[in-house]
């Protein structure tokens, strides 16, 4: 059921409530980066997961044991009728439309198959390996017209290095390859940790491949953090691309900006 403080309200204006989308939600930028939004006015969606670990000892296992997620959604739209002669599908201030449970339409919103590999390689050593492919059609998530659907493949390759019991350096590489939209990106991260409190990171994201020359850019960030209980302060210079920002699974679409930013964030 979706809400909001004004009838007329249209797209994500004005939402009172939270509608949970029932695709996984992707905690690194580039697969990020096409999040799905449930659609109130109907949606037919699924989901299945299979996790398993390889022992230690084993083949895939090695020492430590091979985690390995698997896991697949498809949200499409549904069938619909018009409730009479006379009013057109979903047209304001009538019931919208008639439809059949679990009868599925033609359009497809959005698939997510994606692969998720972490191993440990030594006491000082673990990584992650994910795969995604990406089914978005943009036009009817975001309420657009003219983009279609975007094709995307998605690589992310994350190493831990532990230095010592307390300092810790991380390193991640990403890739999003397409076709559509604003062509491909990659991007690279080095997180050091100074545990249990501070940690600074550099990140750049690169839109090397856009249509538009100009449009061709580094997004360079730079962030110092500190923890202490449920409590996280980081501060931040640098270029944030427009487009749709993911933080703790809640999507806002944000603007193309350069500057400082300040973020706190605190646990009850």
């Not at 939600?25 to 799905?36: I, N």
């Not at 679990?102 to 590999?117: K, L, Q, R, V, W």
């Not at 939209?181 to 050091?192: A, F, N, P, Q």
Request: charged letters at 20%.
């Amino acid at each position: 059921m979706d809400f909001r403080s004004e009838r007329g309200a249209e797209g994500s204006a004005l939402s009172i409530n939270y509608l949970p989308a029932i695709t996984k939600v992707h905690t690194y930028s580039m697969s990020a980066y096409y999040p799905f939004a449930t659609q109130p006015m109907g949606e037919l969606g699924l989901q299945g997961e299979l996790i398993y670990k390889f022992k230690k000892g084993s083949f895939l296992g090695g020492k430590y044991g091979t985690g390995i997620s698997v896991n697949f959604s498809s949200v499409s739209d549904i069938d619909k009728t018009a409730i009479n002669d006379s009013t057109a599908i979903g047209e304001k201030g009538t019931l919208g439309y008639n439809s059949d449970p679990f009868a599925i339409g033609d359009e497809t919103y959005f698939s997510d198959f994606n692969i998720e590999i972490t191993k440990k390689f030594s006491k000082k050593v673990k990584a992650i390996f994910s795969y995604m492919n990406l089914v978005y059609n943009k036009d009817a998530i975001q309420g657009l017209a003219g983009y279609g659907t975007i094709y995307a493949d998605i690589g992310i390759i994350d190493i831990t290095y532990k230095i010592k019991p307390k300092n810790t350096i991380r390193m991640e590489m990403q890739s999003l390859t397409t076709k559509q939209d604003d062509g491909s990106w990659i991007m690279g991260l080095v997180e050091y940790t100074l545990a249990p409190h501070w940690f600074v990171a550099a990140f750049d994201e690169y839109n090397y491949d856009n249509k538009k020359e100009e449009k061709r850019i580094h997004y360079y960030t730079a962030q110092v953090g500190y923890k202490n209980k449920g409590n996280t302060f980081t501060l931040g210079y640098g270029r944030q691309r427009a487009g749709i920002f993911c933080v703790g699974g809640v999507c806002r679409n944000v603007p193309a900006s350069n500057g400082i930013t300040l973020a706190i964030t605190s646990s009850f």
